[in-house]
């Protein structure tokens, strides 16, 4: 029997239901899988539609940037990228997170470098919130003019005594030159790495503990409201002695952020989308990894190592809430919510 779903925003559809893997059927009971759409002892079935779904989506997929797309306008970009998320958004109630893309690199080269005032990664993590949320948002008027949407900086808070301040791992910005490198290392202390033939800047990755703005977030999801919110896993902010919010020059794994919003309004399933990258196979060419347990997936990151960040905010959503996530491509996203594509990831 499935799990009836608490009504947000929407009203129930009066013949409409949803395989969303919330709780597993009974192998035995021969009715719960006739009603699921994907007959599998796997699926899942809730009542009606009326269902919380967290879209992480990556910034390269939202707004691609490829040849095809020349001449047409960022905002026509990212509503045709959309395409499937509109019809998910017709029935179930959304929260949405997303990546920066490489118009909107997280170091702007104008201000990272000769500017007296440096252009920190946390104002760069505010300036991909705006640029994209206001593509989302106007993506969103356009193609669902009814959907109340609100686009919402984040401040995202991490912990001091995270491990990777002191292994920074990230590329960020362009190649530099030697000497710009060994002048930005010395008067900002800025950490320079060799990326195969180029020197460029890495930075800490965190994770994280807080979601600033959660209670204004939870808020609006529950009267029904579309939130896009902690793009770019959001402002990184660390609190001083005072209790005081500060942000630092750092990123936040926007993957792992989008699970820990995700399960802190306890939503319902979490996809995580992107571009084929999305599509979880080992080894590359085989088939797709379809139906997997937390442990199991775990198990399976050295074998796509681009997906690792993907697969930890999976396992850690599924392994909080006992809920599913759905990892996938954007371009089918309704395909992935349904359990006809992508990789499945359940208790």
Request: with cysteine.
């Given at each position: 029997?499935?799990?009836?779903?608490?009504?947000?925003?929407?009203?129930?559809?009066?013949?409409?239901?949803?395989?969303?893997?919330?709780?597993?059927?009974?192998?035995?009971?021969?009715?719960?899988?006739?009603?699921?759409h994907?007959?599998?002892?796997?699926?899942?079935?809730?009542?009606?539609?009326?269902?919380?779904?967290?879209?992480?989506?990556?910034?390269?997929?939202?707004?691609p940037?490829a040849?095809?797309?020349?001449?047409?306008?960022?905002?026509?970009?990212?509503?045709?990228?959309?395409?499937?998320?509109?019809?998910?958004?017709?029935?179930?109630?959304?929260?949405?997170?997303?990546?920066?893309?490489?118009?909107?690199?997280?170091?702007?080269?104008?201000?990272?470098?000769?500017?007296?005032?440096?252009?920190?990664?946390?104002?760069a993590?505010?300036?991909?919130?705006g640029?994209?949320?206001?593509?989302?948002?106007?993506?969103?008027?356009?193609?669902?003019?009814?959907?109340?949407?609100?686009?919402?900086?984040?401040?995202?808070?991490?912990?001091?005594?995270?491990?990777?301040f002191?292994?920074?791992?990230?590329?960020?910005?362009?190649?530099?030159?030697?000497?710009?490198?060994?002048?930005?290392?010395?008067?900002?202390?800025?950490?320079?790495?060799?990326d195969?033939?180029?020197?460029?800047?890495v930075?800490?990755?965190?994770?994280?503990?807080?979601?600033?703005?959660?209670?204004?977030?939870?808020?609006?999801?529950?009267?029904?409201?579309?939130?896009?919110?902690?793009?770019?896993?959001?402002?990184?902010v660390?609190?001083?002695?005072?209790?005081?919010?500060?942000?630092?020059?750092?990123?936040?794994?926007?993957?792992?952020?989008?699970?820990?919003?995700?399960?802190?309004?306890?939503?319902?399933?979490?996809?995580?989308?992107?571009?084929d990258?999305y599509?979880?196979?080992?080894?590359?060419?085989?088939?797709?990894?379809?139906?997997?347990?937390?442990?199991?997936?775990?198990?399976?990151?050295?074998?796509?190592?681009?997906?690792?960040?993907?697969?930890?905010?999976?396992?850690?959503?599924?392994?909080?809430?006992?809920?599913?996530?759905?990892?996938?491509?954007?371009?089918?996203?309704?395909?992935?919510?349904?359990?006809?594509?992508?990789?499945?990831?359940?208790?």
């Amino acid at each position: 029997m499935g799990l009836q779903c608490e009504h947000r925003g929407k009203p129930p559809p009066s013949a409409r239901t949803c395989p969303i893997n919330i709780v597993a059927p009974d192998p035995g009971d021969v009715n719960s899988l006739e009603e699921c759409h994907v007959p599998s002892p796997t699926c899942y079935h809730r009542e009606w539609s009326v269902v919380l779904v967290t879209l992480a989506i990556a910034g390269d997929a939202l707004l691609p940037l490829a040849d095809a797309y020349r001449g047409i306008a960022p905002c026509e970009r990212v509503r045709h990228s959309l395409a499937s998320v509109f019809s998910i958004a017709e029935h179930h109630d959304l929260l949405i997170t997303h990546g920066h893309v490489a118009m909107n690199p997280p170091d702007p080269s104008p201000f990272a470098y000769d500017s007296e005032i440096p252009f920190t990664l946390d104002l760069a993590s505010a300036q991909t919130q705006g640029v994209m949320g206001y593509y989302l948002a106007q993506a969103f008027a356009v193609s669902l003019p009814e959907t109340h949407v609100v686009s919402l900086l984040t401040q995202t808070e991490v912990s001091a005594s995270d491990p990777a301040f002191h292994e920074p791992d990230v590329f960020v910005g362009p190649a530099l030159a030697a000497s710009t490198a060994h002048r930005l290392e010395v008067d900002r202390g800025w950490h320079v790495r060799t990326d195969g033939a180029a020197l460029r800047r890495v930075v800490p990755a965190l994770d994280p503990v807080g979601i600033c703005e959660l209670p204004s977030i939870k808020h609006l999801v529950d009267i029904g409201t579309l939130v896009i919110c902690a793009g770019n896993g959001g402002i990184p902010v660390l609190r001083d002695e005072n209790g005081h919010l500060r942000g630092i020059d750092a990123i936040v794994r926007r993957e792992l952020a989008a699970s820990y919003l995700a399960s802190a309004v306890e939503a319902d399933v979490l996809l995580l989308l992107g571009g084929d990258d999305y599509v979880l196979n080992t080894p590359p060419g085989r088939d797709g990894i379809r139906d997997v347990v937390p442990e199991t997936l775990r198990g399976l990151a050295h074998s796509v190592p681009h997906a690792r960040s993907t697969i930890e905010a999976a396992a850690r959503f599924v392994e909080s809430t006992g809920r599913p996530a759905m990892i996938g491509p954007l371009d089918q996203a309704e395909a992935v919510l349904a359990g006809h594509c992508g990789t499945l990831v359940h208790a």
